[in-house]
């Protein structure tokens, strides 16, 4: 089978007329959106005074805001209604697939209002790739790793008959070729039902398995889908990823998921109300553990389904706080309750049709959540205020607008400032050629060999520094890692030394994984000192060459140096080991080893093979992801103020009739004005950021 690739109208799927209530919780965002177009109108006013150069640079500014996406992971327990709650949401109830097999391991990510290209696809899947594929196969996944390791033969024997038996399947609903179709991608110009069936929800029994429509045909084999939306009710761009539960048979999905925590700043975790959060779900707190506290949000869906939800929702928010005080979870993270059956009702308006116990749910819950703000709703409304959303999504608002949504309007103000002061500096050396003065300018080529110095000497020195920072880290990391082993390995010898061979031995690795995050701390603030400083550094050396090269004294002439780059959270810590699983098979592990020698040797043997992904995860992957990160915001800094030098130098030589075209305005003392009321309103907001950072 080859890849379908279907061609249409493209870009954001046909718009859906939806409520208006949708739009409850989303003021940060209309406040954020607000800003975004109050820096459009002053980058207008930029272009008005620099000309075709300054509107390049500032249409390549405009663009890069509004392609900002902040993206949101929603990862939960199985069963908690975490997919019900996506399609609320987005405003689709019946969207996606809610009930979907335990097989599945798929990604959806929801692009709402992402600006797409015309012939771009509305629908985009992407299949595992044959080496991913068979890690699983012949592996077994992560747990036949843990297995094989702990010498589990029966165990592994069990998790392979469970993947001849998926293997089996995937055969017969794709034939005996499908491993052509790994690491394919399969696109489509519109986003329709029987795709998502399709591609994401697994079907276990099949008719006729030759249609090409049968549900979950594709699902075994597929790693992730893009789906592109249009969502009236935002404002911006955002996508919402609905991650499979944590605890399947083979730890796929906790891979998977840690992977997609590594896309998105915010976290939202959710339970069911029934289950809440208890020691049995120490893989979810795991994961959320190493994700910032304050980007944590936890959503307990299906009080629907409590007979008091007023007495009952105090109980379970105490049981929670306390279940994550006692396991190292992230601190005080904000509890929201909620519905998503309730959501998605207020969105069908089917009001009538709720069963009676859900209605004598929210009536209960109505007593204690309704206040005099919801006096004026009607009952569409007010069901959709009690289900949470517009709480969940404030919280959303809050935390995208007092992060990435502020660190990108910042860098942005820092952009057209330099972008101000450049057509300042060039209006200035016209305002003293058009008074007659003598304007002494570097040339070209010269100017070239200048910046081309700074270049390499502040790229050098970037990385010389970063050499430096994560040689430092990495020995902290190796320095923690033993310092775990051996601590742990004398515990066991102790453990033996009193108690025996008999009663088993337990270790929590949770020690190592806040020793790794602490040494990950300590790297993140070094560079982002070290950002700070070089960037510092190559702003200053540009300015001195501006004054160099053109000789132009410009009041408040000032370049500003890019924000350093947001450090990723070290997500990869919340993985699975050996001394994770208290199963079984890790016990009998104990009792296969005769003699203190035997267990020690074997432990740290197993401990260091298991941990050491997570250690090279951080000192390579990690590290090496930062650095790009921070030598592109450089890179593209030095681009952007070569290109403002080299317009500069360029108008220099243009002839005495060419000026007054180029700039448009004659009246150079309105110029200035102007550029006097831009260049205070953008420092001002910039400042204003900085303060509150």
């Excluded at 089978?1 to 279907?6: A, C, I, N, P």
């Excluded at 209960?364 to 969940?392: F, H, K, R, Y």
Aim: net charge negative; aromatic share 6%.
């Amino acid at each position: 089978m080859t890849m379908d690739e279907l061609t249409g109208d493209g870009g954001i799927a046909a718009p859906t007329a939806q409520p208006s209530f949708m739009r409850l919780g989303l003021e940060k965002l209309d406040a954020f959106d607000d800003e975004v177009k109050d820096l459009e109108a002053t980058l207008a006013d930029v272009v008005t005074l620099g000309g075709p150069e300054a509107e390049k640079k500032s249409n390549r500014l405009i663009k890069q805001l509004h392609a900002f996406e902040p993206s949101v992971t929603m990862i939960g327990q199985v069963k908690a209604g975490k997919t019900s709650l996506v399609n609320a949401m987005v405003g689709h109830p019946d969207l996606l697939p809610a009930d979907v097999n335990p097989w599945t391991s798929v990604v959806t990510s929801l692009h709402l209002n992402t600006q797409l290209p015309p012939d771009a696809p509305s629908a985009a899947f992407q299949f595992f790739s044959k080496d991913e594929w068979d890690h699983l196969i012949e592996n077994g996944g992560r747990i036949g790793e843990l297995a094989a390791r702990a010498g589990a033969d029966e165990e592994l024997e069990k998790v392979r008959a469970q993947i001849i038996n998926m293997r089996d399947k995937t055969k017969q609903r794709l034939g005996r070729k499908f491993e052509l179709l790994l690491g394919q991608k399969h696109n489509y110009a519109e986003v329709t039902d029987d795709l998502i069936q399709r591609y994401v929800c697994m079907g276990d029994d099949f008719e006729d398995l030759e249609q090409e429509d049968q549900q979950g045909r594709f699902a075994d084999i597929t790693k992730s889908a893009d789906l592109y939306l249009n969502s009236s009710a935002l404002p911006i761009p955002l996508c919402i990823r609905d991650t499979p539960g944590v605890n399947d048979t083979f730890m796929m999905r906790e891979q998977i998921t840690i992977n997609a925590l590594r896309d998105s700043r915010i976290c939202v975790v959710v339970l069911s109300a029934h289950q809440a959060l208890s020691s049995m779900d120490m893989g979810l707190i795991r994961l959320i553990s190493n994700v910032k506290a304050r980007e944590v949000v936890i959503f307990v869906n299906r009080i629907d389904e409590l007979q008091d939800p007023s007495a009952q929702v105090p109980e379970i928010r105490d049981s929670i706080l306390q279940t994550l005080e006692d396991n190292n979870g992230p601190e005080n993270p904000q509890v929201i309750f909620g519905s998503a059956y309730w959501a998605n009702i207020a969105l069908q308006n089917e009001l009538d049709g709720i069963n009676v116990d859900s209605a004598d749910a929210l009536y209960n819950w109505a007593e204690t959540a309704i206040n005099a703000d919801v006096a004026e709703m009607d009952t569409q409304e007010l069901v959709w205020q009690l289900s949470g959303m517009p709480e969940l999504y404030a919280a959303l608002s809050e935390r995208i607008y007092e992060g990435s949504g502020a660190e990108i309007l910042a860098a942005s103000r820092k952009r057209a400032l330099n972008l101000v002061s450049g057509v300042r500096a060039q209006n200035t050396m016209v305002s003293m050629r058009l008074d007659g003065d003598t304007v002494a300018v570097m040339m070209p080529d010269e100017l070239e060999k200048h910046l081309d110095t700074l270049q390499a000497k502040n790229v050098s020195l970037l990385n010389d520094r970063l050499d430096a920072v994560f040689q430092q880290f990495s020995g902290r990391v190796d320095q923690s890692h033993k310092r775990f082993l051996d601590r742990a390995l004398e515990s066991l010898l102790q453990h033996l030394e009193t108690k025996g061979e008999e009663e088993v031995w337990q270790y929590s690795p949770d020690g190592l994984r806040m020793l790794l995050r602490t040494s990950y701390q300590v790297m993140r603030r070094n560079v982002a000192s070290t950002c700070e400083e070089i960037y510092a550094s190559a702003a200053k050396d540009l300015a001195h060459i501006c004054r160099e090269a053109f000789g132009v004294a410009v009041e408040n002439f000032t370049i500003t140096p890019p924000t350093p780059p947001e450090v990723p959270a070290p997500v990869s810590l919340g993985q699975t080991i050996a001394l994770d699983l208290q199963t079984s098979w890790w016990k009998g592990w104990w009792k296969r080893r005769k003699g203190y020698r035997a267990f020690a040797s074997g432990f740290y043997d197993l401990i260091e093979a298991e941990t050491k992904p997570i250690v090279d995860e951080l000192k390579q992957r990690q590290a090496t992801d930062i650095r790009e990160s921070a030598e592109r915001e450089l890179h593209q800094f030095l681009i952007e103020q070569r290109s403002l030098l080299s317009d500069l130098s360029r108008k220099s030589e243009l002839d005495f009739e060419d000026l007054e075209d180029v700039f448009g305005i004659k009246a150079q003392q309105e110029r200035e004005e102007m550029f006097e009321y831009i260049f205070e309103e953008l420092r001002d907001e910039t400042v204003a950021i900085g303060s509150d950072e």
